[in-house]
């Protein structure tokens, strides 16, 4: 049983940054991939990056790539996500999951463990 806990959301202007930090507790979090996603009201949950077990591979949707950067730290158990030249279209709650592939998954049904999300909102 992995327990995972989002941090650093929050209000931002358009045109500005956050780090979201997601720490890991229960197991090693080398032993899973990792995912962010977000949901705004009323849409489905959309997957944002992933990346592998050691982190030497990364995958991005269309929508953020050159804007967002994923990164672990296996020996703190916690995995980050760097937003940058975020817009209103940005505002969601964002979460991250664990998952036992060994590549990078884009699939939220392929995610084992999920946190609760924290809230992102970007105004204009």
């Known amino acids: 049983q992995v327990q995972l806990v989002e941090s650093g959301g929050g209000l931002v202007q358009a045109g500005g940054s956050l780090r979201l930090s997601c720490a890991a507790s229960g197991r090693t979090l080398s032993n899973y991939v990792m995912g962010w996603f977000r949901q705004a009201p009323g849409r489905v949950r959309v997957f944002l990056a992933s990346i592998s077990r050691s982190g030497d591979r990364t995958r991005y949707a269309d929508s953020v790539k050159g804007r967002f950067t994923i990164s672990r730290d296996n020996d703190s158990n916690t995995v980050y996500l760097q937003m940058n030249s975020l817009n209103p279209e940005d505002t969601a709650v964002y979460y991250c999951?664990?998952?036992?592939?060994?590549?990078?998954?884009?699939?939220?049904?392929?995610?084992?463990?999920w946190g609760q999300g924290t809230q992102v909102t970007v105004s204009s």
């Open positions: 999951a664990a998952g036992a592939s060994y590549v990078t998954v884009v699939n939220p049904r392929l995610y084992n463990y």
